[in-house]
T-cell receptor, first 113, second 115 residues
Framework: GENVEQHPSTLSVQEGDSAVIKCTYS??????FPWYKQELGKRPQLIID?????GEKKDQRIAVTLNKTAKHFSLHITETQPEDSAVYFC????????????FGKGTRLSVIA | GAGVSQSPSNKVTEKGKDVELRCDPI?????LYWYRQRLGQGLEFLIY????????KSGLPSDRFSAERTGESVSTLTIQRTQQEDSAVYLC?????????????FGSGTRLTVV
């Protein structure tokens, strides 16, 4: 089955700096890669996703890149703000038949004002 | 409903007791997923339903765990003879057939504490 590794487990950045979180996956058949943000005590919320037919996707200060050959994908947050502080999870799955997402173990991002 | 609803939000139980956790998915969502999140940890897949059937039960940690879904709606996750290591937040998510996992929405979870 699919296995997703995520690094780093914790990340501290100064406000205004960029943050990068990296994930690798094992199943070359996976073709859908979402990222979730979970604030303390709250449910995970989808922030951005990418499908295997594209290499990069941007949404304002957030971008995700995908390298299918190397089986890794990354989340980039630019101009970080204190409200970006949260735990971020990457995930991978086959986009067919509602197959479950397999999640990485999460990255705790702290943005220091 | 407007979102995925889980109940109870918090449950404290004594070791050895049985508990039932409930998930009400978004109306019309055909797929429903259960995950477990231990304190400070990631999301551990438990089981999912497509309609009322569970094609993948591989994530259930032991035979003390079971789940069912009826009417392609409400699902209950039952933990028998609870142990302290069962303490965690149990998250439910649902998605719709036509949107697949693009429609993956989580509930707020049930925080289970076994004392």
């Amino acid at each position: 089955g699919e296995n997703v590794e995520q690094h780093p487990s914790t990340l501290s950045v100064q406000e205004g700096d960029s943050a990068v979180i990296k994930c690798t996956y094992s199943d070359s058949a996976s073709n859908y890669f979402p990222w979730y943000k979970q604030e303390l005590g709250k449910r995970p919320q989808l922030i951005i996703d990418i499908r295997s037919n594209v290499g990069e996707k941007k949404d304002q200060r957030i971008a995700v890149t995908l390298n299918k050959t190397a089986k890794h994908f990354s989340l980039h947050i630019t101009e970080t703000q204190p409200e970006d502080s949260a735990v971020y999870f990457c995930a991978a799955s086959l986009h067919s038949g509602n197959t479950p997402l397999v999640f990485g173990k999460g990255t705790r991002l702290s943005v220091i004002a | 409903g407007a979102g995925v609803s889980q109940s109870p939000s918090n449950k404290v139980t004594e070791k050895g007791k049985d508990v039932e956790l409930r998930c009400d998915p978004i109306s019309g969502h055909t797929a429903l997923y259960w995950y477990r999140q231990r304190l400070g940890q990631g999301l551990e897949f438990l089981i999912y339903f497509q309609g009322n059937s569970a094609p993948d039960k591989s994530g259930l940690p032991s035979d003390r765990f079971s789940a069912e879904r009826t009417g392609e709606s409400v699902s209950t996750l039952t933990i028998q003879r609870t142990q302290q290591e069962d303490s965690a937040v149990y998250l439910c998510a649902s998605s719709s057939w036509d949107r697949g996992i693009y429609g993956y929405t989580f509930g707020s979870g049930t925080r289970l504490t076994v004392v």
